[in-house]
Each structure stands twice: as structure tokens, then as C-alpha cells.
């Protein structure tokens, strides 16, 4: 399994966080809790994604799939390079990483932790690369699970 390395089993969330900042800051507190942030990861974190926002409309992919969000910050902050799978039970408000004044309720967020400063590129492609090639349905049965644990073994077999 080469994609077990990019998930830990116990860096899968569901949330029911409504919240942006504060869904952030709980995954950042089991993040830094397992080591895998640094400190100042929840601050950086924050900040780049009000400044450079990670929504994502999925309605190129295919109808009825929830929008998602890749949020990320500087490997300085990251201890563990990780794609964190984080399912939102209610829809988060996100900024459109293509068009930031329009906001986008998402409903899934992989979040990229990279600490080599030249390998978020590679994370984030290997997140669309799994978006573009799973089938519409496959990713709305995946996007409705709500076990982390289900969530993360589906990763591990078919990212």
C-alpha cells in the first residue's frame, strides 16, 4: 500500500463543527496532540486560509458532490507530511480558491500537511488526481460516510 504513508488512522475526522476557524483549531488540537504540527501551526494555518483561500466547487466533476476545501500552510509549521480527510456533517462557509469573494459551503476538506516546502504541489495533485479519476457515484458514497475509520481504509485502498 504506497498511499498508507500520506494517512494515519487517527488523522480522520468527522466534524460537526459550523464554524471555520474553530473546525480548524479542533483538528489542529488532535493534530499537535499526535505530533504532527508544530505550535504555530493553528495560527498559520488560519491566516493563509483567510488570505488564500482553499474552496473548491466540485460541479465540474459531477453533480451533487459537496464542495471541499484543501486547506495547508508552510512545512515549517509540520512535523508529518499527511493528507488529513476530514468529513463536515454541517456545511463550513470556505472562500473559493478560484474566485475568493465567493463563498462555498463545503462539506469535506483535505487538509495537506507537507513539510518539504516543494511537495504541496504534488499532495494537492494526488488529491485531484483521486477526485478526477474516482466515478461520480463511488465519490458520493464516499463523501456521505461518516467513520473515520471507513473513510480512512477507503483511502488507503483507492487513493
Request: hydrophobic content about 40%; overall charge negative; glycine content about 4%.
Amino acid at each position: 500500500m504506497a498511499n498508507s504513508s500520506i494517512f494515519a488512522s487517527d488523522a480522520v475526522f468527522v466534524s460537526h463543527e459550523t464554524d471555520q476557524d474553530e473546525l480548524l483549531k479542533n483538528i489542529y488540537d488532535h493534530l499537535l496532540e499526535s505530533g504532527y504540527v508544530k505550535g504555530d501551526f493553528l495560527s498559520h494555518i488560519i491566516n493563509r486560509e483567510h488570505n488564500f483561500p482553499t474552496g473548491l466547487s466540485t460541479k465540474n466533476l459531477g453533480a451533487d458532490l459537496p464542495n471541499i476545501a484543501i486547506p495547508h500552510t508552510e512545512g515549517e509549521f509540520v512535523n508529518k507530511r499527511l493528507i488529513v480527510p476530514v468529513k463536515l456533517e454541517n456545511p463550513v462557509l470556505f472562500h473559493n480558491m478560484v474566485n475568493p469573494d465567493e463563498e462555498l459551503e463545503v462539506k469535506f476538506l483535505f487538509m495537506l500537511l507537507e513539510t518539504n516546502p516543494d511537495g504541496q504541489a504534488k499532495l494537492l495533485s494526488q488529491v485531484m488526481d483521486f477526485l478526477a479519476k474516482t466515478p461520480v457515484e463511488e465519490l458520493k458514497h464516499f463523501f456521505n460516510f461518516t467513520d473515520p475509520e471507513v473513510i480512512y481504509e477507503y483511502l488507503i485502498q483507492k487513493f
